[in-house]
Every structure is written in structure tokens, then in C-alpha cells.
């Protein structure tokens, strides 16, 4: 065992409930329903070339992060911690 195995710190116990988790990811929802309506509506037909493109990114990055989320426990800081890693 090396020194610097030695004086890494234990990982925090996890304290949150998967119904917990969900819901910090969706108070990002909370930001969509104020901006989306607007965009759409500047947009008007067109709208439609945002949203599929922009709805399969977005389920990939979430399959992403599920996995890297498995894989690596001891990340913190979310999302962008994890897509660092793709």
C-alpha cells in the first residue's frame, strides 16, 4: 500500500433516496417550463428541428451519465464531472 493510499479520505456514505436523487434532476424542469414556451413560439414550425435533435442528445447524455455514475461512485459535482470523462 502506497502513502498516498493511506491518506485518501473514506468515501461519504450515501444519504439520499433514489426518489431524492430524482428530484434534484428535475428542478432543472422547473427552468424549461419558464423558457421553452418562449423559444418554441420565436420559432414557431421550424421548433421542431431544435427539439428532436436537442430531446436524443439529451436522453444520451443522460445513459451516459448513468453509466459513467456506476462506474465511477467517487466522482462528485454531477453532470459535468462525469461528461469530462466521455
Same mark, same amino acid.
Given at each position: 500500500? #502506497? #502513502?498516498?493510499?493511506?491518506t +485518501? $479520505?473514506?468515501? @461519504? $456514505?450515501?444519504? @439520499? ?8 434532476? @428535475?428542478? %432543472? +424542469?422547473?427552468?424549461? &417550463?419558464?423558457?421553452? $414556451?418562449?423559444?418554441?413560439?420565436? +420559432? %414557431?414550425? !421550424?421548433a421542431m428541428?431544435?427539439?428532436? $435533435? %436537442? #430531446?436524443?442528445?439529451?436522453?444520451v447524455i /443522460?445513459? !451516459? &451519465?448513468?453509466?459513467? %455514475? !456506476? !462506474? +465511477?461512485p467517487? &466522482?462528485?459535482g454531477?453532470?459535468? /464531472?462525469?461528461?469530462?470523462? @466521455?
Amino acid at each position: 500500500m #502506497t #502513502t498516498r493510499e493511506k491518506t +485518501l $479520505p473514506t468515501s @461519504l $456514505p450515501r444519504t @439520499l433516496t433514489l426518489i431524492e436523487t430524482l428530484g434534484f434532476g @428535475l428542478t %432543472g +424542469l422547473l427552468l424549461w &417550463v419558464s423558457i421553452a $414556451p418562449s423559444a418554441h413560439a420565436e +420559432l %414557431g414550425i !421550424q421548433a421542431m428541428w431544435v427539439w428532436i $435533435p %436537442g #430531446t436524443i442528445f439529451s436522453v444520451v447524455i /443522460n445513459f !451516459q &451519465v448513468c453509466q459513467l %455514475g !456506476q !462506474q +465511477l461512485p467517487s &466522482v462528485a459535482g454531477g453532470t459535468p /464531472n462525469y461528461l469530462t470523462h @466521455l
